[in-house]
């Protein structure tokens, strides 16, 4: 191994604990609608009064309703409206957990992303191009601060998705760069060992030889051989490794055979199934209602990164009918010939479109082709942060905060009758 694939020396710093602003907006709701039932009791009493006296009972007693319909309304928004408003901005810095949609450094699109609780850090997937790795690397670093990945999800062996991990030998991957402590992987592959998949195998068999644990998403979901379906992120939040048939079955192509998972915790739920497709989105949904047999018929998840960038393919309407998603965000480079010159079919599709909008209109993307065939690209939204903690949700992008209905790109280019 030469100098340059060294790991970076370990270095434990002290962690500064983000103050949790415990002065909620429920403590004070709650105070207020004490003080309007104080009032509505006053009026009660004054209409009693009203009532002995013989006078000016007719007042009070309309008072009192308007005070009680008050008390009502008041209640409504607190439990069944506020519940359904998860976007209410909080400061990054206020944040329990951060999930980031990481923009690759090139024209090509591809996934990576960086679950973030405390010091605990989990990535899925880093493409799209081995030439990502200093981008993302760039990138992780502002983040990772102990140079310790806990968790390392490969999702499936495409080049969009593990080039980070596949390197050439004399080059650094992710983990030549960062301690990857459990690593959890694909448990299907129709590649064969040459070319990136063989560098795969070489760069994760080095990093395992180094002391990282490693398991197949099937082990974790049957929770064999020690691997385990849930891990503690911290902070109360978990991840949990979902099921997917396609962990024991074959299937054409490597999609379906995405890793998937779900992080949640302080109610809130964020969902990643790679590029699973329609086979694999119904099964991982039908399974997904009968191991969490107390899911609500109200069950949204709050954020979900658009299965396989947000093709015709993936996020299809059976799918969606259990999860739906809140906030998504697709991870592509918007409108590049990339895989087809069928403009509605190019990421993120017109199909994807017509069936998220049902449920959100709150989409992002992170990367805009501009020129394909001259290598020109930009921001669109840029690096995606999405950040919550119990009062609410945040978004913030590197490059601007608009959401993809009100850009430029999607009028010209899509159309939807729903974000209307
Ligand atoms: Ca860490």
Not at 41 to 55: H, I, M
Not at 265 to 273: A, I, P, Q, R, V
Not at 362 to 391: M, R
């Amino acid at each position: 191994m030469g100098e340059n694939n060294k790991k970076r020396p370990y270095t434990k710093k002290t962690v500064r604990k983000t103050p949790s602003r415990k002065t909620s907006v429920h403590n004070e709701t709650v105070k207020n609608v004490l003080k309007v039932g104080a009032v509505a009791a006053a009026a009660v009493k004054t209409a009693k009064k009203g009532k002995k006296s013989g006078g000016g009972s007719f007042v009070a007693v309309f008072v009192c309703l308007i005070l009680i319909l008050a008390i009502g309304a008041g209640l409504y928004y607190f439990f069944v409206l506020k519940k359904d408003t998860p976007d209410k901005n909080i400061a990054f810095s206020d944040a329990d957990i951060s999930v980031h949609f990481i923009e690759l450094g090139n024209k090509y699109t591809g996934d990576c992303t960086l679950i973030k609780v405390g010091d605990t850090e989990v990535l899925i997937d880093c493409g799209s191009r081995v030439s990502s790795v200093g981008t993302v690397s760039d990138y992780l670093n502002n983040y990772i601060k102990d140079n310790i990945l806990e968790y390392v999800i490969i999702t499936h062996a495409h080049e969009d998705h593990y080039a980070g991990f596949a390197t050439p030998e004399n080059v650094n991957s992710i983990f030549d760069l960062y301690e990857c402590k459990t690593i959890i992987t694909f448990s299907n592959t129709n590649q064969v060992v040459k070319g990136m998949y063989a560098n795969y195998l070489r760069e994760l068999n080095d990093e395992i030889a180094r002391g990282a644990t490693h398991y197949t998403a099937d082990k974790c979901y049957n929770e064999e051989d020690g691997a385990k379906r849930t891990y503690d992120l911290g902070k109360g939040y978990e991840l949990e490794i979902l099921y997917n048939k396609f962990y024991w079955e074959t299937t054409e192509g490597e999609n379906n055979f995405s890793v998937c998972c779900m992080v949640q915790g302080d109610g809130k739920h964020f969902l990643f199934t790679g590029d699973l497709e329609k086979k694999g989105e119904e099964a991982l949904a039908e399974r997904y209602k009968t191991d969490h047999a107390s899911l609500s018929a109200s069950f949204k998840v709050d954020l979900y990164k658009a299965g396989h960038h947000g093709s015709k393919t993936s996020s299809n309407v059976k799918f969606l009918e259990v999860f739906k998603p809140k906030i998504c965000c697709v991870c592509c480079c918007a409108g590049s010939s990339e895989y087809t010159k069928v403009s509605e079919n190019q990421f993120p599709t017109q199909d994807f479109i017509d069936r998220i909008s049902v449920y959100t209109d709150k989409v992002y993307v992170t990367t805009l082709c501009i020129d394909y065939a001259n290598n020109k690209f930009e921001s669109f939204n840029g690096n995606i942060v999405v950040f919550a903690n119990s009062e609410g949700i945040g978004v913030k992008c590197s490059a601007n905060d608009i959401k993809l209905k009100d850009t430029a790109w999607f009028n010209e280019n899509r159309t939807s009758n729903n974000w209307k």
